[in-house]
């Protein structure tokens, strides 16, 4: 198993430019999990998803749009791309139905810089 | 809200040295309490956890004891190789049932 993986691992962008950071898991985890961390800071929740077809926000999902069309795959979506939105970008998933209760595996990680 | 405050880094120690990197939390009620490891290039990965108060959880020679009354997860190793060298991240299960991160603590052990 690849666990979760993550693309690109590294992107440079201009302001008010957009990117999708992608996110796949192949445990068939039902839960799914993006998360940002800034410099020496905690990570922080954006979006989650308890399935395919459901989406919820976290705690700073403002400029972020997610989708979960199948069970494997959890884009997350930056509009207009802004310097607030430098930061590592994680994405988890999870399998059990008591969802954060479970382990989370997470992926390595994107490094975004908008300049 | 809920909260997690662990030990300012980084630190830095020889091998074979003694490890505690403190964690304290705020919290409504008694959350479920873990430690989580980041490797360098690698995605975070749970070393151990605990959910209930004295609950003691241990993995890879570490170990953290949740105690309610100090509302404290300190993690423990009593002699640290070069392989532990990483990022620790003190967690919490918050009242939302969402985690509650602190904020890291980097970890170098030289030889």
């Known amino acids: 198993n690849a666990g979760v993986t993550q693309t690109p691992k590294f992107r440079i962008l201009k302001i008010g430019q957009s990117m999708t950071l992608q996110c796949a898991q192949d445990m068939n985890h039902n839960y799914m999990y993006w998360y940002r961390q800034d410099p020496g800071m905690g990570l922080k929740l954006i979006y989650y998803s308890v399935g395919a077809g459901i989406t919820d926000k976290g705690e700073v999902p403002n400029g972020y749009n997610v989708s979960r069309s199948t069970t494997e795959d959890f884009p997350l979506r930056l509009e207009l791309a802004a310097p607030s939105q430098t930061s590592v970008y994680f994405c988890?998933?999870?399998?059990?139905?008591?969802?954060?209760?479970?382990?989370?595996?997470f992926g390595p990680g994107t490094r975004l810089l908008v300049l | 809200g809920d909260s997690v405050t662990q030990m300012e880094g980084p630190v830095t120690l020889s091998e074979e040295a003694f490890l505690t990197i403190n964690c304290t939390y705020t919290a409504t009620g008694y959350p479920s309490l873990f430690w989580y490891v980041q490797y360098p290039g690698e995605g975070l990965q749970l070393l151990l956890k605990?959910?209930?108060?004295?609950d003691k959880g241990s993995n890879k020679g570490f170990e953290a004891t949740y105690r309610k009354e100090t509302t404290s997860f300190h993690l423990e190793k009593g002699s640290v190789q070069v392989s532990d060298s990483a990022v620790y991240f003190c967690?919490?299960?918050?009242?939302?049932?969402?985690?509650?991160f602190g904020q890291g603590t980097r970890l170098t052990i030289n030889p």
């Open positions: 967690v919490i299960l918050g009242g939302a049932q969402k985690l509650v």
């Open positions: 605990a959910t209930k108060a004295d």
């Open positions: 988890a998933s999870s399998y059990g139905s008591s969802g954060a209760q479970e382990t989370q595996y």
